[in-house]
Each structure stands twice: as structure tokens, then as C-alpha cells.
């Protein structure tokens, strides 16, 4: 059984910097590939719904990342630590969410980690 884990998370000021770390039990050379995704405070979810997501890498390093967090954040991946970052740099209020990260194997099954709570507020 695959388990990933968050950490990193905290509270930081308006143009502060975070580096959040997903590790991973296994090999992340097994994942096709890994993605961020974050949960804004308010909503109601079952797991996978109604997340936004942020980033993704590929087993090839090829990155993919949506307009809000285009040049601010970055995604990359430590192979020999299984380990996937999100460094998030210019934080703004409205990145504040619990931060998810998702592994998709290469079997096609989905992993989920169990969040990670973002706090951007002066």
C-alpha cells in the first residue's frame, strides 16, 4: 500500500515563501505521475471533489502547472528521497488552503496524502 505524506504547511505572511514535500513509501519512479492539488476553506468535499489543482510532474520531469501558481510556484521531484516539493514563493491571502498531494501510478490507481494546511495572513 502506497502512502505519501505531507509536510511543510504553516502559517506565513503576504509575499512569504513555503516549500511543501510529498514522500512517498515507495519509489516515485512507480508513479506516472505526481500533482498538487489544494482545498480552499469553505467547501464541503468527498475525497477528489471539488479540489484545485496546482502543479503536476511527470516520471520524465515534465511539468504542468495552472495560471495561479504560473512563475510563482515550482515543482520538482528528489528521486533518491522519493520525495516531491512545491516551493511556493509570492504567497497571497488567496492561497491560503489545505494542500493535497496526489500520486497516480502507473497501474492507474490514485494515492492521496492526507493534506497539509496553508495559512497566508498578516
Known amino acids: 500500500q502506497v502512502q505519501l505524506v505531507e509536510s511543510g504547511g504553516g502559517l506565513v505572511q503576504p509575499g512569504g515563501s513555503l516549500r511543501l514535500s510529498c514522500a512517498a513509501s515507495?519509489?516515485?519512479?512507480?508513479?506516472?505521475?505526481v500533482s498538487w492539488y489544494r482545498q480552499a476553506p469553505g467547501y464541503r468535499q468527498a475525497p477528489g471533489k471539488q479540489?484545485?489543482?496546482?502543479?503536476?510532474?511527470?516520471?520524465?520531469?515534465?511539468?504542468v502547472y495552472v495560471d495561479s501558481s504560473k512563475g510563482r510556484f515550482t515543482i520538482s521531484r528528489d528521486n533518491a528521497k522519493n520525495t516531491v516539493y512545491l516551493q511556493m514563493n509570492s504567497l497571497k491571502p488567496e492561497d491560503t488552503a489545505v494542500y493535497y498531494c496526489?500520486?497516480?501510478?502507473?497501474?492507474?490507481?490514485?494515492?492521496w496524502g492526507q493534506g497539509t494546511q496553508v495559512t497566508v495572513s498578516s
Open positions: 496526489k500520486a497516480t501510478h502507473r497501474t492507474l490507481d490514485v494515492y
Open positions: 515507495g519509489s516515485i519512479f512507480s508513479f506516472s505521475a
Open positions: 479540489r484545485e489543482l496546482v502543479a503536476t510532474i511527470t516520471s520524465e520531469g515534465s511539468t
